[in-house]
């Protein structure tokens, strides 16, 4: 055996024997919210379609009109000759909805982050982000060798103390925080970064990639609280609540030319296929038309946990704690065995101590749906010490 294969398997056993060993499960995902796995039916409360509209008719349609008129592929890079003209629309679309002057779509949120962050951030600057804020954050923070500091999960005061300890030794600063936190389903305090950020002459970024479509009647974490808050970076993702793919950034038209002219992520990297750009567009057009239907999957989420009695939640995701990896995964398996598709979550993606079930609400759910996952927690908790 060679020395590359051992080490594989030496670490594989290691990562096993604390049950963190992760596998990929073919699952065929059938309309409106059925997985398919092994040859069984589950009733899915592990994506994050949100809206459900990845399986929509109309979304469909247009990516269908688009790889008919543009074909499959993209060929090149944005700045080479992949810049199809539908990105002007979805662009469009996004700086609308986020009350923003411009848009860039990069090929994933994780691009977006990673591109987005050592562009304005450099060596000499200081970066201070909230300690759960997703891995990309943490990645994009990394490559700008920027000083980073990390604040309490959603504490001001703690975030206000590690600016007055660092922000005068470094020319510039940005804060970091997710709109909707994607393990936890809790909010940031968006508007009370904002006004710290601008007290301390920081800029405020949030990934807004599960808030999209879900939070501030679909326009994100920045319209939470019924007005828009200054937020002058908002970025986030369309594989979520639109039900297509790609990351994207909306700001100021200058701040978004200059990113279009320095961030390696996006000019490195093949465009986004025809076919994703024109149902991106037409997700965020149903995004906006439908009140009614960027309010159901926080609505699902709250007859959730009012019927375990818990805390309401706060966006369409809602954790309950098990703690050991375990005790996650054999959770996670009894409700398979009761008809339902729940991933357990295990670190590095949550801090030690904290595996958990993740449930995800969506539009599509019906209340038939929650009831029945809510008595198969009923007879399976106990047994497993589940907690919200």
């Not at 056993?13 to 990929?24: D, E, Q, S, V, Y």
């Not at 990845?54 to 543009?70: F, M, P």
Request: hydrophobic share 45%.
């Amino acid at each position: 055996m060679d020395t590359l294969t051992r080490f594989a398997e030496k670490k594989l056993t290691a990562i096993a024997k604390r049950n963190l060993r992760r596998a990929l499960h073919p699952t065929e995902r059938l309309p409106p919210i059925v997985a398919e796995r092994d040859g069984r039916k589950l009733i899915s409360f592990a994506c994050n379609d949100y809206l459900g509209l990845s399986q929509h008719a109309r979304v469909k349609q247009a990516a269908v009109q688009a790889i008919g008129r543009y074909g499959a592929g993209a060929g090149a890079s944005r700045l080479v000759t992949g810049n199809n003209p539908l990105y002007g629309e979805l662009e469009a679309t996004l700086a609308r909805i986020k009350g923003t002057e411009a848009a860039l779509v990069f090929g994933s949120g994780y691009l977006a982050n990673i591109g987005i962050i050592p562009t304005l951030i450099g060596k000499r600057d200081l970066i201070v982000g909230d300690e759960l804020m997703h891995a990309c954050m943490h990645a994009g923070a990394r490559l700008s060798g920027a000083k980073t500091v990390l604040f309490d999960h959603n504490d001001v005061a703690d975030c206000r103390a590690r600016l007055a300890a660092h922000r005068a030794a470094h020319p510039k600063c940005l804060v970091m925080t997710e709109g909707v936190f994607s393990m936890d389903g809790d909010r940031a305090p968006v508007k009370a970064l904002a006004r710290l950020a601008e007290e301390f002459d920081a800029w405020l970024m949030t990934d807004d990639a599960h808030a999209l479509g879900v939070i501030g009647g679909g326009r994100g974490s920045a319209f939470a609280e019924d007005e828009k808050i200054d937020v002058p970076l908002q970025m986030g993702t369309l594989s979520k609540a639109a039900g297509a793919y790609g990351g994207y950034l909306c700001a100021s038209a200058p701040v978004i030319d200059f990113i279009a002219n320095r961030a390696r992520s996006l000019f490195y990297s093949t465009a986004l296929p025809p076919a994703v750009l024109a149902s991106a567009t037409e997700a965020l057009k149903m995004i906006e038309e439908d009140r009614d239907l960027v309010a159901r999957p926080l609505a699902k989420a709250r007859l959730f946990t009012e019927r375990m009695g818990l805390i309401a939640a706060q966006s369409a995701i809602v954790p309950m704690i098990v703690g050991d990896p375990q005790k996650a995964l054999i959770a996670a398996g009894a409700l398979e065995d009761e008809g339902f598709l729940v991933i357990a979550i295990r670190p590095p993606t949550v801090p030690e101590g904290t595996s958990r079930l993740r449930f995800t609400f969506s539009a599509a759910h019906t209340d038939g749906d929650i009831e029945r996952l809510a008595g198969a927690l009923g007879r399976i908790g106990p047994r497993i010490g589940l907690r919200g």
